[in-house]
């Protein structure tokens, strides 16, 4: 019995004794950390629910360059201007990575797409590949363009908010189902009806991947995904993925079977067609374009959703700013539906857009990073292979310059004659340099027809009688607003 016990408590003092080895253990002139890094669990704690601000506040005390534990990885956080623009815009090249996780293999196949493909031959040919074919989706004339896709889209929400009558209603839904429609019209030449099976099903699949919360600690400790109760987001979040990978695969069977090589229609068409010449788009399978396909649908739905809802919601808060906005389109549209043509004439519509990208991006922390090769940056050494965390919140909300960072002003995107200012150095809600997002054109097309369409139509109010909705929004895979209610009184 003794001899048992000895055992266990050496068992136990050995476990200790490495854990706290590993603990102590930091590579030579890694960053600092900030206070409050615990043993096994590391940073995860003082992070807290929403770890934009946490890591924004701590850069005021530990400077542009610090590094957090992720339980037991060393992530580097990249803050403010001049960091975050030396590593995605000066040297960009070595900062280009991505490392693989538990939850992204399950989730995207790590390799596969291009979101989560490390820096290589591969992941520059896949995202040339289909950046020229969202261009030349893009650059469609007539019935077929995307323009046109997002116009009908446009008038179809107007619509469905119109049926509300000004009542107090969650239009989370509806906007989501308008911009996954222009998506499915892009990827497969298809649009949904909100009833459609299939479609229940792929919304339902997006809504509880964006909610996957807890979910993310698998990341830190992928040994949880075995732990029962524990592992049920994430188990959630691989079979709604999965949902979403089938349906991509019944759509590339039936575009196989209906292929016209003389006129692809879609974004499948194209990647098919470039299956065929293995050739140009070295090892480009049709595993790749089925995951490529998930990508585009996950990347470009609820990021483009989200920030459309917190545009209106801040013009239900800031009415003052909302009556400019209609005053603008009043005189520039008239009583017609809001055109790309429109957009150059309209700059108090187009500096909103910008300033609710600033002070909400959807992405704040953008998506982690990895070092292609040791890199020194501002006297520390980062190793090869370190995940790097670009925190563009803090350059969104860096009082150097954007003063009193926190107030709603669309009028800091205008110069003194009223034209829009681009601020590409203060303001990245798409990143930038090798990793830039790769539906910025398609996202600020649509951001710019939904908002102008629904702001031309309806006045947006907060419900009266109830507390105002709440700005701070819940960090998940982005930053969502919390669920809220708006009233859409027509004009
Ligand atoms: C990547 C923002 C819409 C496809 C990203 C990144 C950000 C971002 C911050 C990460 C860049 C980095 O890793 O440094 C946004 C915002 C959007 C939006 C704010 C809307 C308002 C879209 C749309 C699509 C899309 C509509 C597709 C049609 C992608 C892809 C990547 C990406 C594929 C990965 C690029 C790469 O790894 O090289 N986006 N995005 N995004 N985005 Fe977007």
Same mark, same amino acid.
């Given at each position: 019995q003794i001899s048992e016990l000895t055992l266990q408590s050496c068992l136990v003092f050995c476990t200790a004794f490495l854990l706290t080895c590993f603990f102590l253990k930091r590579r030579k002139n890694l960053p600092p950390y900030p206070a409050g890094c615990v043993p096994v669990l590391g940073h995860l704690l003082a992070l807290g629910r929403a770890p934009h601000l946490k890591l924004t506040a701590w850069r005021r005390q530990y400077g542009d360059v610090f590094t957090v534990r992720m339980g037991m990885k060393d992530v580097v956080v990249l803050n403010g201007y001049t960091a975050v623009k030396d590593a995605l815009v000066d040297r960009s090249e070595l900062f280009a990575s991505r490392l693989s996780s538990c939850l992204i293999e399950a989730m995207i196949g790590f390799g596969k797409d291009i979101t989560m493909t490390p820096w290589g031959t591969e992941f520059r040919q896949r995202k040339r590949f289909a950046t020229a074919v969202l261009r030349n989706l893009g650059m469609?004339?007539?019935?077929?363009?995307i323009e046109v896709k997002i116009r009908e889209e446009a008038s179809c929400l107007r619509n469905r908010i119109a049926?509300?009558? &000004?009542?107090?209603?969650?239009i989370a839904h509806d906007v989501t189902v308008v911009v996954a429609n222009v998506i499915c019209s892009m990827l497969m030449g298809k649009r949904y009806d909100y009833k459609n099976k299939t479609f229940r099903e792929l919304s339902q699949a997006l809504s509880k991947t964006a909610k996957l919360g807890t979910g993310q600690v698998i990341d830190v400790f992928p040994l949880l995904r075995f732990v029962p109760v524990v592992n049920r987001p994430y188990i959630n979040v691989l079979e709604e993925c999965s949902k979403v990978r089938n349906v991509m695969r019944m759509e590339i069977d039936s575009h196989r079977e209906n292929l016209d090589r003389e006129n692809p229609r879609d974004f499948l068409d194209f990647c098919l067609l470039e299956v065929e010449k293995q050739e140009k788009v070295e090892g480009l399978t049709e595993e790749n374009v089925m995951y490529m396909a998930s990508d585009l649908f996950f990347a470009g739905i609820v990021t483009t959703t989200n920030t459309l809802l917190w545009s209106l919601l801040y013009m239900a808060l800031n009415t003052d700013i909302q009556n400019k906005v209609q005053q603008e389109l009043d005189a520039v549209v008239g009583e017609g539906l809001p055109a790309l043509s429109h957009r150059s004439q309209l700059p108090y519509v187009n500096a909103c857009l910008l300033e609710v990208m600033r002070i909400r991006p959807v992405a704040p922390l953008s998506i982690p990073h990895a070092t292609t090769e040791t890199v020194k940056m501002q006297g520390y050494d980062i190793p090869k292979g370190t995940q790097v965390l670009l925190n563009l919140y803090s350059l969104h909300m860096d009082p150097a310059y954007w003063?009193? $960072?926190d107030r709603f002003d $669309? &009028?800091?995107?205008?110069d003194a004659e009223g034209n829009v200012i681009n601020k590409p150095e203060s303001s990245m809600p798409f990143g930038g340099g090798r990793r830039v997002c790769l539906g910025e054109q398609l996202a600020r097309m649509e951001l710019f027809l939904f908002f102008s369409t629904l702001l031309q139509s309806f006045t947006f109010r907060t419900p009266e009688g109830a507390p105002p909705p709440t700005t701070e929004g819940v960090f998940s895979l982005g930053l969502t607003p919390h669920p809220f209610k708006i009233c859409a009184i027509p004009r």
């Open positions: 469609k004339s007539g019935t077929g363009s049926e509300y009558n &000004g009542e107090p209603s969650d003063p009193d $960072p $669309p &009028g800091r995107f205008l």
